[in-house]
């Protein structure tokens, strides 16, 4: 099992960004899907988490202008951000906790993709 995130870069302030993170491999079924970002000399912190049914949780700090989704026939998670901000600035990764067709759980990562929001 792969994750795969694109769609980090440099923005300005209140710009906006829109990351994915695509799940491939030996898939049976992926329970939550979400981002956790860590920003230079910052502990890692969980931004948003994506439930199979929908249901969504955020930091606060992105409530209001971060979005997160999923399309499950894609196994693919998106988080749409907007009017960014510079305390933004962080490696972005996704994570999965897929279980496999051998019916093993487990968390996946993807690689970070860095998100510089700067003028």
């Known amino acids: 099992v792969q994750l795969q995130a694109s769609g980090g870069g440099l923005v300005q302030p209140g710009g906006s960004l829109k990351l994915s993170c695509a799940a491939s491999g030996s898939i049976f079924s992926i329970n939550v899907m979400g981002w956790y970002r860590q920003a230079p000399g910052k502990q890692r912190e969980l931004v948003a988490s994506?439930?199979?049914?929908?249901?969504?949780n955020y930091v606060d700090s992105v409530k209001g202008r971060f979005s997160i989704s999923r399309d499950n026939a894609k196994n693919t998670v998106y988080l749409q951000m907007s009017s960014l901000k510079s305390e933004d600035t962080a490696v972005y990764y996704c994570?999965?906790?897929?279980?496999?067709?051998?019916?093993?759980?487990?968390?996946?990562w993807g690689q970070g993709t860095q998100v510089t929001v700067s003028s």
């Open positions: 994570y999965a906790d897929i279980t496999t067709r051998s019916y093993a759980a487990s968390r996946y």
């Open positions: 994506i439930f199979s049914g929908g249901s969504t």
